[in-house]
């Protein structure tokens, strides 16, 4: 490489990416129901979503992977809202992987650290973003969780309780997680190589012997899984909205 370029590349300032997911059929809703699109307090809740992040000071462009035939909905969403943070659409794949996968591989050159998220989780706070952030720059790979605080019970047929599984070491998994992208290509690439299905990015980091830091969030951040969780999601962004007010 020529030397100047060399150093030019070199002083390129490093940026943090968002991919949000959003290429999920979300069938838990019912065959009718498009969740991201369902209106709460006030809008989609994707444009809910797409707002936490294109407000995050830490986040530098967003990457949205849509489901093949929605990009002109989610151009004409950016252009409703005025989202103007440095934005692109992509297409998904077949799985959730496949779908971070085409998200990675549309990232500008010059990303050094990735927080992949949930479209239906529309409460991520800046704060617990940022953190996620500088975790995955201090090791790595980061993730949003929460202790789990049921009482947790395993069943072989889900009718009778075989026995109750010790909770002081179980943490409940959210979104951002959060990565060097070095860390989470070569992850994925291990997936791809074992023809592996994994629900979750961290999965894939287990593989390779990644760790990934836990990062307690301090706020609600829940997902949009059923029908029954928009009225407490209702809830929680409207209770924003007017602090956001005050």
Same mark, same amino acid.
């Given at each position: 490489?020529?030397?100047?370029?060399?150093?030019?590349?070199? *002083?390129?300032?490093?940026?943090?990416?968002?991919?949000?997911?959003?290429?999920?059929?979300?069938?838990?809703?019912?065959?009718?129901?498009?969740?991201? $699109?369902?209106?709460? =307090?006030?809008?989609?809740? !994707?444009?809910?979503?797409?707002?936490?992040?294109?407000? =995050?000071? &830490?986040?530098?462009?967003?990457?949205?992977?849509?489901? @093949?035939?929605?990009?002109?909905? $989610? =151009?004409?969403? =950016?252009? *409703?809202?005025? $989202?103007?943070?440095?934005?692109?659409? !992509?297409?998904?794949?077949?799985?959730?992987?496949?779908?971070?996968?085409?998200?990675?591989?549309?990232?500008? #050159?010059?990303?050094?650290?990735?927080?992949?998220?949930?479209?239906?989780? +529309?409460?991520?706070?800046?704060?617990?973003?940022?953190?996620?952030?500088?975790?995955? /720059?201090? #090791?790595?790979?980061? !993730?949003?969780?929460?202790?789990? %605080?049921?009482?947790?019970?395993?069943?072989?047929?889900? *009718?009778?309780?075989?026995? %109750?599984?010790? /909770?002081?070491?179980?943490?409940?998994?959210?979104?951002?997680? %959060?990565?060097?992208?070095?860390?989470?290509?070569?992850?994925?690439?291990?997936?791809?190589?074992?023809?592996?299905? !994994?629900? @979750? @990015? %961290?999965?894939?980091?287990?593989?390779?012997?990644? +760790?990934? /830091?836990?990062?307690?969030?301090?706020?609600?951040? +829940?997902?949009? #899984?059923?029908?029954?969780?928009? +009225?407490?999601?209702?809830?929680?962004?409207?209770?924003?909205?007017?602090? #956001?007010? &005050?």
């Amino acid at each position: 490489m020529d030397f100047r370029l060399q150093t030019l590349s070199l *002083r390129l300032p490093r940026m943090n990416s968002a991919i949000i997911v959003a290429a999920g059929k979300g069938t838990r809703m019912g065959a009718n129901a498009d969740k991201l $699109f369902l209106q709460v =307090a006030g809008r989609p809740i !994707v444009a809910h979503t797409w707002q936490r992040f294109n407000d =995050a000071r &830490c986040i530098d462009e967003i990457v949205l992977v849509v489901r @093949d035939g929605m990009l002109s909905k $989610f =151009a004409d969403l =950016a252009a *409703r809202f005025s $989202f103007q943070k440095a934005h692109r659409l !992509v297409t998904g794949g077949v799985e959730r992987q496949d779908s971070v996968w085409n998200g990675l591989e549309s990232l500008s #050159t010059q990303v050094e650290i990735v927080a992949i998220q949930d479209a239906a989780r +529309p409460c991520t706070s800046a704060s617990l973003i940022s953190a996620t952030i500088e975790a995955a /720059r201090e #090791t790595g790979a980061a !993730v949003a969780a929460q202790c789990v %605080t049921d009482t947790i019970k395993e069943s072989m047929d889900g *009718r009778v309780i075989l026995r %109750t599984i010790d /909770r002081s070491k179980l943490w409940s998994v959210q979104t951002p997680q %959060t990565f060097r992208v070095e860390v989470i290509r070569r992850a994925l690439e291990e997936v791809r190589r074992r023809g592996m299905s !994994v629900t @979750d @990015d %961290t999965a894939a980091c287990e593989l390779i012997g990644q +760790p990934v /830091r836990l990062v307690a969030g301090v706020e609600p951040n +829940p997902k949009i #899984t059923v029908l029954g969780d928009l +009225p407490y999601i209702e809830m929680l962004l409207r209770q924003r909205v007017a602090s #956001t007010a &005050c």
